[in-house]
Structure formats: structure tokens, C-alpha cells
């Protein structure tokens, strides 16, 4: 009787550890999509960037900034993406994030297609945050690859991988969000185009976004995360 008891007490306490795992994962990502902007408030404000994923911190139809910075072997650079004629998809990648081995070696595909055919330019952040000599390793000897974290604090980038497309010629950004896979990027980017596309030639009013996913919410509503719940606040105390 004794045994069973014993049994039966380490089998809670796993349940139970399992649990507040569950609850901490859940709590993390939560914090990840509200860093993104992808709240579980219904009755939140949608402030919403032209991909569908929200970014709080800056306006939608924000006005681009140059890139600036360092290349991977420490030569001062700069790049123009506003007042020039061509399109410019900036990936901000970083050299710790798993996520981002495969855009680092994807990119090196000469095939690849960008949306709208925009120049790709790699922003990482600078060499207080990140080693030149791994950058080194990563970057494709065709793309463009700058160290700016300054940029990374002009563009208000949540996370990495994060894709950001500027219109050059108007200077505007038409397109950003988060993307684990490039079939993501380029879904998100071309739907971006398409409606930049339809404001320009009068079938959208300006300003018009697309409706919020709603399909994260659903999955995690069905998982008893509801917004209040004790999980979104791990490090309160009782």
C-alpha cells in the first residue's frame, strides 16, 4: 500500500511539473505574439502592418531609413532604399537564431526569387551583439550583408527572422512581418505588393489592411489560454 502511494505521488508531482511546463510554453509564445502585435483581446485595437502581423511601435506606411553600417569584414557601408528606383527586402537575421540557418543558407541560392524582384540586403546587428567571424561564415557571397543595430533599432524589429519591403520610389515601407520558412516570406511580401498595388490604382482606400489572423487565437483559446490567464505572468508572485 505503501509502494502504490509513492507511486501514485511521483506521478502527480510529474503531472504537475508537466503542467507548469505547458503553462511556461504557453506563456512564452503569448509573449512572443504580443511582441509581434497578434493579441488575444477581441476588443484590442488593431493596429496592423500591411502583412497581416502587427508591429505597435511604428505606423503602417512609415517612411524608410538608409541602412548604414559595417560588412562582415568590418569596412564602413551604406545602402539606399528610399529615393531609388528599385524595391529593397531587408532580412534581419542573426547568426544565434536556429530559425534564421535556413534563410542564411537559402540566400545563397543565385536562383532565388524575391518578391516583386527587390534587391535582398542582410541586416544583423552590430559586433557588440553579434561575432564578425561567424557573420563571416554565414553570408552569401551574393547578397549584401551589413552589421547595423542601429538599423535594427530604426525599423523597431521585434525578433529575427523579421522581413521588412521598401517601395524605393515612394520611400515607403509596404510590407513586414515574422517568417519562419522563405514560402512564408514570399506569401507575405506578395500580398503586401498586391495591396499596395490596389491603394495605388484606387480599388483600396488608403490605409486599408488586412483582417488579423484569427486562427492563433482560436488554437490557443482552445488550449484555456484566455487573456488574464495565470500563465501569461510566470515571474508574479502568489
Known amino acids: 500500500m505503501v509502494a502504490l502511494v509513492a507511486i501514485l505521488a511521483v506521478a502527480v508531482g510529474l503531472l504537475t511539473l508537466l503542467v507548469a511546463g505547458l503553462l511556461r510554453s504557453h506563456a512564452e509564445i503569448l509573449r512572443a ?4 502585435g497578434v493579441s488575444l483581446d477581441p476588443d484590442a485595437p488593431e493596429t496592423q502592418s500591411p502583412t497581416g502581423l502587427t508591429s505597435p511601435e511604428r505606423a503602417e506606411g512609415a517612411p524608410a531609413i538608409d541602412i548604414a553600417g559595417v560588412d ?7 545602402f539606399a532604399v528610399a529615393g531609388v528606383e528599385h524595391r529593397t527586402l531587408l532580412a534581419f537575421l542573426s ?10 543558407d537559402g540566400f545563397a541560392d543565385r536562383r532565388l526569387s ?3 524582384r527587390a534587391r535582398l540586403l542582410i541586416v544583423t546587428k552590430g559586433s557588440e551583439a553579434e561575432s564578425p567571424s561567424t557573420i563571416r561564415k554565414l553570408a552569401p557571397s551574393n547578397v549584401h550583408t551589413v552589421l547595423s543595430s542601429a538599423a535594427w533599432t530604426d525599423y523597431r524589429i521585434p525578433a529575427a527572422p523579421y522581413f521588412v519591403l521598401v517601395d524605393g520610389s515612394s520611400g515607403d515601407v509596404i510590407g513586414e512581418g515574422a517568417a519562419a520558412t522563405w514560402e512564408q516570406v514570399r506569401e507575405l511580401m506578395g500580398q503586401s505588393l498586391a ?3 490596389d491603394v495605388a490604382e484606387g480599388r ?7 483582417d ?3 486562427r492563433v487565437n482560436a488554437e490557443l483559446r482552445a488550449a484555456g ?3 488574464g490567464h495565470p500563465s501569461l505572468y510566470p515571474d508574479r508572485g502568489e
Open 95 to 104: 547568426s544565434t537564431c536556429l530559425t534564421c540557418r535556413n534563410f542564411w
Open 212 to 214: 488579423r489572423p484569427s
Open 204 to 210: 483600396l482606400p488608403m490605409g486599408r489592411t488586412q
Open 72 to 78: 562582415p569584414a568590418g569596412a564602413p557601408v551604406r
Open 195 to 197: 495591396d499596395a498595388e
Open 225 to 227: 489560454i484566455e487573456p
Open 33 to 36: 505574439l504580443q511582441s509581434l
Open 114 to 116: 524575391v518578391p516583386g
